[in-house]
């Protein structure tokens, strides 16, 4: 059962649009949500994350909507540009058990082109 | 530099020979985890230490998986007889928090490639 589901799998985007990528989870007992940032060759690396106390948190031009009553969340890159190409993993966890095993998405992988 | 340092970067290995994994940690994290990432695919958990207590076997998918953390820092995840459904990037992360805290921000490392023939 892929308790986090990413869509889409790929997007292409011109520079300066809006890239939207979305994720949908299961666990109600999920109580974190980050997303991860992955270029070729490198490990993910932490972009943004958010709490299910808030509907919206921003972090310079990456924003994460959260929507908790349909146990969705998503992830808007304002003025995306080539640099951003990269694959974005959302995630979750939950600190029930004392420590948080990350549960990814299988990750979208972002074009951004001049 | 302060970063997750894993090696080999890239192995290669025949069906049914050992491999051993290395990880070295950001120094005085306090957990260390294990993700395993198929070719096109999320990280998927393997395993989990603090310190050098394993906490969290659950992902491991075989007897042939075994990790270690004998002194709290540096990390093994050995392979035995590997297959090849084994083909993957194995990922080292750690963070400075322990059980009973919410783990937070993961420091992946760049990975160890593992290619078995």
């Known amino acids: 059962q892929q308790q986090v589901k990413q869509s889409p799998q790929s997007l292409i985007v011109q520079k300066g649009g809006i890239p939207i990528i979305n994720c949908a989870y299961e666990?109600?007992?999920?109580?974190?949500f980050p997303w991860y940032q992955q270029f070729p060759g490198k490990g993910p690396a932490l972009l943004i994350a958010?709490?299910?106390?808030?509907s919206e948190k921003k972090e310079g031009r990456f924003t994460i909507s959260f929507n908790k009553s349909a146990k969705q969340f998503s992830l808007h890159i304002m003025d995306s540009q080539p640099g951003d190409s990269a694959t974005y993993f959302c995630?979750?966890?939950?600190?029930?058990?004392?420590?948080?095993?990350?549960?990814f998405g299988k990750g979208t992988m972002l074009l951004v082109s001049p | 530099g302060a970063g997750v340092s894993q090696s080999p970067r890239y192995k290669v290995a025949k069906r049914g020979q050992d491999v051993a994994l290395r990880c070295d940690p950001i120094?005085?994290?306090?957990?260390l985890f294990w993700y395993q990432q198929a070719l096109g695919q999320g990280p998927e958990f393997l395993t989990y230490?603090?310190?050098?207590?394993?906490?969290?076997k659950s992902g491991l998918p075989s007897d042939r998986f075994f990790a270690e953390r004998p002194e709290g820092s540096v990390s093994t995840l050995k392979i035995q007889r590997t297959q090849q459904e084994d083909s993957a990037v194995y990922l080292c992360?750690?963070?400075?928090?322990?059980?009973?805290?919410?783990?937070?921000?993961?420091?992946f490392g760049e990975g160890s490639r593992l290619t078995v023939l």
């Open positions: 992360a750690s963070s400075p928090r322990g059980a009973g805290q919410h783990t937070g921000e993961l420091f």
């Open positions: 120094s005085g994290h306090v957990s």
């Open positions: 958010i709490r299910p106390d808030v």
């Open positions: 995630a979750a966890s939950t600190g029930r058990s004392g420590y948080s095993t990350l549960t």
């Open positions: 666990n109600t007992a999920f109580d974190y």
């Open positions: 230490f603090q310190n050098e207590a394993q906490l969290d």
